[in-house]
Each structure stands twice: as C-alpha cells, then as structure tokens.
C-alpha cells in the first residue's frame, strides 16, 4: 500500500471546492427501529468499516498536491461520538440537528468522516453519518454505509486491502447482495438513467449520438435557467428535511400508464413540486424553468466498492412552469430520453479531473461557470430492497443528501429502500427557509398522479 498516494484529478478537485457556505460533505440517517448503543456501534465500525483504508487516512497538502496518508494518531472515539435531541427528541427535533451539522466543516487534520448516534430516538436509534466527497461520490458511499449492516456483511472481513479502497475476500460475499441491490434497486428507481450506469452502454450511444466535442459546446453556450427565488447569495446555515416513505409500486404503476420510466415520475413530481412551492409564496410560475445538475454514475456496478469519484453530470430542465402534472412527467421522459444518447455525463468527468491538476483559481471560476446554470442538484440513488439489520436492530429507513457545489443553494435527493421511496431536501436556509413546503408540494403532487391514473379515474 502506497503510503503517500496522491489524490485523483476529479477527487481533489471535489476536496478544493469546500465552502463554508456550500461544504462538499455528503450527509446520510440511518434509522433504526430498535436502540444501538455507541459501543456497539464503535464495535461495528471497527469490524466493517475500518477495512477501508480511507476511513483511517487524512488528506495532506490539501491546497497544493493533496496525498493520502494513514493517520498516525487515528483514534475511533474521534470520529463516533454520542449526542441527544432536545425537547420531543423527535423527527423535527433530529431534522434540526441534520441541519446544523450540515454547516460544520470537517476537521482535516483527520480522516474527512464523522458518525453521531442519537441513542433514544422514538424507541429506537439515529445515526446521523457525513462524509467527505472527496473520499468517494453517492454510489461508492451508499454501498460503503450498507456494509454496516448484517446482510451486506462478510464474516471473513478484510483479508486484505488495497490502497485504492478496494476490497479482495469481502467483495466476493457483498457483491452478491450487491448484484441484488442491481437487479432491483437499480432497475426499479433507475431505470430512466440505465444505459448512463453502464460505461460501456454510455460509450457506445454517445459514438451513434452527441460528440465529446459537442457536449462540451452545449456546456459552454447553455444559458442560465429563470431567475427564482431559489437563486441568490448563500449563507453558512442549512436545512434539511425529508419526506414520508412513498410505495415504490405505486410510482412504477404511475409509470407504466403513462409509458415512462419510474425515474421521470418521480422527477416529474420533483418539478411539481417546486412550482408548489413557488405558488405557496406568491412567486411567479408561468414559463418557469429550473435547470438541476444531475450525477450520472460511470463506474460498473461490481465496482462500487472501490472508493472515489467517478460520476459525471448532466443538465436538467425542470418544467416548473408547465400547469399539467402528466406533461411536466413527459417533459422529463423526453430530456432523458435524449440524455441517454449523448456524452455529457463523460464529458463533465472529463472536465472534473482535469480541474484537479489547475490551480483553484481557475477551479474556482469554473465551479461558479457552471453552478450559475443552474438552481438545484439533484441525485437518485437506488438502494436495496430488502430489510436491512446492523447486529439485528432493524434498520427503518436511509436518507442521504447531496452536496451541492459553488452557488447551487437546494439540493434534491431521492432514495429507496425496501419498496419504498423518500425525497430529501438539503438547502441553504436562507434562500429556502421553510423546505417542509417543497416536501408537501411533492408528496401532494404523488398522490394527484396517482388518483388521475388509477383505474377508477
């Protein structure tokens, strides 16, 4: 194992984008119906998460060439550490805290990752989880945090690990649960994005449809989206929220009727969703349009065990303005459809590696290029469908939140797990200060597509 190995072009590039107003730091809850308490969950960690070499490793030389080391005073209670809610201690509660640590840096004189355990959280426990971008993108961490839990677990452990992250005895059992998450999760929830997850499906349309050469035209001549409410100057504190579980069936039924994937349901009520909350304070909608960054995975599923960043981005138009919720769904279809063909996901990639190597000036003045094209991130990471344990405490539900870079204040994360599907909203909490009014818009939008399609309508 290397002892000083440099940071990847794309990885340091995420590492050099922190801002107190926007840190690079993915947050995740996990919930669990049954309490934990943090010496087992230390028990946990040490047994299934220290194998990977990057959880005990800190970034040096952050700012010039940033290099992983091992940390030589690594130390568990560091990074774990024990917290209770105040007053009801209950989900607003637990929300309030999620937003709080959302704008407290990590310390980078450590491994760039922290666990809070919230041991009494309505009869059970929270575990509210954040961890540095720059350690790996939303696939790579979502199958990290699911190799916490008994089912995604190999007893044989970590015979051996090498410096990249990978794992050599413990892949062997994980990926077949991973395999299974695949052929689920991925098919269900990804499906609108399917030939992008694949490297070779991305290389292959993008040869028959748009060039490298016209990606990155499109990327430099895209005008900026309308101006909102949700564009502005940010400031250092967040919030965050999330939605109640939505039946994954009913989105895949609501897709089926209308011949779209389940992705452009649910990012069609994303849309709606965001002309709810327009309307709800007096703000114009009409011609509206919302442009969101969205991730597009580039590595091979059997891969997703191997730390870092190798994902890509596109641009999305969200037709907040169009009045009817089947065609703001159909409007999405028609974008992703025409996604699917093109080169854009490798085309950010490419971009985002090569920022690494150029001072950060010049990162810094890219970053701002492209994040004034758009008002949102938004991310939709299929997780497995089966009930998760962690030492047999079950595991109620997961939610985690996307990042967003340069002046991008609301980030959009969808998440399933065990046929269910939950919206997180993390946004600067001046710009959007009551983000439950987005999760109402969306939710109520989901059970209008739903009515209108059901076969009573």
């Not at 969950?41 to 060439?65: A, C, H, M, N, Y």
């Not at 564009?231 to 009727?257: C, E, F, M, N, Y």
């Not at 997961?398 to 065990?418: D, E, K, Q």
């Not at 993390?426 to 009515?451: S, Y």
Request: net charge negative.
């Amino acid at each position: 194992m290397k002892t000083h190995e440099p940071l990847s072009g794309v990885d340091a590039a995420w590492l050099r984008m922190d801002d107190p107003t926007n840190l690079m730091t993915i947050t995740a809850v996990l919930v669990l119906e049954d309490p934990i308490d943090v010496g087992t969950l230390k028990e946990v960690i040490e047994e299934r998460l220290l194998g990977f070499t990057r959880f005990r490793q800190r970034v040096r030389d952050p700012e010039e060439s940033p290099r992983w080391e091992m940390d030589p005073h690594f130390d568990l209670d560091r990074h774990v550490r024990r917290a209770a809610l105040p007053g009801a201690a209950d989900q607003e509660e637990l929300k309030a805290r999620v937003s709080d640590l959302m704008s407290d840096p990590l310390d980078r004189s450590k491994p760039l990752w922290h666990m809070e355990l919230i041991e009494d959280y309505l009869g059970g426990s929270a575990i509210i989880v954040r961890l540095h971008h720059c350690i790996g993108d939303g696939i790579a961490l979502v199958q990290v945090l699911l190799s916490l839990t008994d089912e995604h677990f190999d007893p044989a452990r970590f015979p051996t690990t090498e410096h990249t992250g990978r794992l050599s005895g413990f892949v062997e059992g994980a990926w077949k649960t991973l395999k299974e998450t695949a052929t689920v999760g991925s098919r269900i929830l990804a499906e609108g994005t399917e030939s992008l997850l694949n490297p070779s499906h991305a290389l292959h349309r993008a040869k028959q449809g748009m060039s490298l050469g016209a990606a990155l035209s499109k990327f430099a001549f895209l005008g900026t989206d309308t101006d909102t409410v949700f564009k502005g100057d940010l400031q250092v504190a967040q919030k965050a929220t999330w939605s109640g579980p939505l039946d994954l069936t009913t989105v895949k039924r609501i897709g089926h009727a209308i011949d779209a994937k389940v992705n452009d349901v649910l990012l069609g009520a994303v849309a709606g969703a965001l002309r709810h909350y327009l309307e709800a304070h007096d703000e114009p909608t009409d011609g509206v349009v919302m442009r969101a960054l969205v991730p597009v995975n580039l590595r091979p599923l059997e891969q997703a065990f191997e730390l870092g960043n190798h994902f890509g981005l596109v641009f999305l138009n969200l037709p907040v303005g169009t009045k009817n919720r089947l065609e703001r769904v159909m409007g999405v279809k028609k974008q992703m459809d025409e996604i699917k063909g093109s080169a854009e996901a490798g085309a950010a990639f490419g971009i985002l590696e090569a920022l690494g190597h150029f001072p950060i000036e010049v990162e810094e003045q890219a970053v701002r290029f492209f994040g004034n094209k758009a008002s949102a991130v938004m991310t939709n990471v299929p997780g497995p469908q089966e009930q998760l344990h962690i030492k047999g405490r079950r595991v109620q539900n997961v939610m985690p939140w996307v990042p967003r870079a340069g002046h991008i204040g609301l980030g959009v994360s969808i998440f399933s797990y065990n046929g269910e599907v939950r919206l997180g909203i993390a946004c600067d909490g001046h710009l959007v200060p009551d983000p439950d009014t987005i999760i109402e818009g969306f939710e109520l939008e989901f059970d209008e597509l739903a009515a209108d399609l059901s076969p009573e309508a």
